[in-house]
């Protein structure tokens, strides 16, 4: 197996972007939970995420939700984040929540729903050039509830002729990324369900358009890593929400369900040339903290990629092709269990010692006092959240 020491510096090209809504209050369909400490601002929602890289030396981007980040000067809010030495990251459209859309966005039967969707994508775009962030970030909630309730194939080519004109106003540095959940909230069926679909709206777009695969959103028993290898491939991948879920939802803490399952995705990450400095492709979080404090979850969930990624290097790559190359399937799943089951932690200590980071970055954060600070100040004001 690879030597801890020879992957060091690779490791040192991990960064991971984090979501600025995983600090505010959140929860399920039937109730979003307050907690003290909460973020009023998206000035606070940065101080926590700058909290949470100045510890892990892991998260360097934040990444905004607009309207929920909505500010009057976001030159101002860039040097903010700079001067809490993190930067801003992509910018995350919203066409979910108003009254108008719940019939659909880009893929509504209404013109003037389409156009107000497509009109906010672009105020997106503007809000990049002023915060210098790369990638516009499309999520969408539309789809059917009912058989006969809507045209699947007109609702395609709505989309498609929605998306166009977005991506006509993307910049020649910037991309436009389309993420895909295969239900929830259209129950009958989803406009954008699956990475076929995705990648087939992007493919149309040009070569600035990419897939954003969250690893919450497949079907059970869904092989992840195989769509991971075929996007990689496609040169589609743009970028993951990583997070966990254990039957229909998401945003649990990444790595909480399946631990091995986010190795095997980091596996075909490393191989398929998804990680480092050279690669496109962008590692995000997009989790929210219901029940647990939101700082230390997000520390939390940046190690364990972390964790996984240092045993995703570790995979003696040579001595797997040659097993697999000789047909030994025994020894091929030997290897690949052999770096699965190598314990990291300790050397992942003293490797973040050496780079004058914490040895347990949850530790440092318990006893920092940040936490009893926020919980203090943050008295008064209407706490950040999804309502």
Known sequence: MTSFESISDRLGELAIEVPSWA?????????????????RTVEEKIADAAAVHRFTGLAPRVALHIPWDKVDDY????????EHDVELGTINSNTFQDDEYRLGSLTNADPSVRRRAVEHNLECIEIMHETGSRDLKIWLADGTNYPGQGDMRRRQDLLAEGLAEIYSH????????????????????TDVPDWGTAYAQVAALGERAVVCLDTGHHAPGTNIEFIVAQLLRLGRLGSFDFNSRFY???DLIVGAADPFQLYRILVEVVRGGG??????????????????????????????????????????????????????????????MDAFYTDVRPALAQWRES?????????????????????????????????
């Open 23 to 39: 600090y505010g209050n959140s929860g399920t369909r039937f109730k979003v939970f307050g907690s003290p400490g909460t973020p």
């Open 75 to 82: 030159g101002k809010l860039r040097l903010y984040a700079a």
């Open 170 to 189: 993307v910049g020649e540095d910037q991309r436009l990324v389309l993420e895909y959940k295969f239900f929830e909230p259209a129950f009958y069926h």
């Open 248 to 250: 229909a939802d998401d």
């Open 275 to 336: 990680f480092g400095s050279g690669s496109e492709v962008a590692l995000m979080l997009d989790q929210c903290h219901n029940i647990e404090k939101k700082v230390p979850g997000q520390i939390r969930s940046v190690l364990n990629v972390q964790e996984m990624v240092a045993r995703a290097l570790l995979l003696d790559a040579a001595a797997l092709d040659d097993a697999r190359d000789a047909g030994d399937v025994l020894l091929a799943n030997e290897i690949f």
């Open 355 to 387: 780079r004058g980071l914490p040895a347990d970055p949850m530790r440092a954060y318990l006893a920092s006092g940040y936490q009893e600070q926020i919980e203090r100040d943050r008295v008064g004001g209407a706490q950040a959240g999804w309502n």
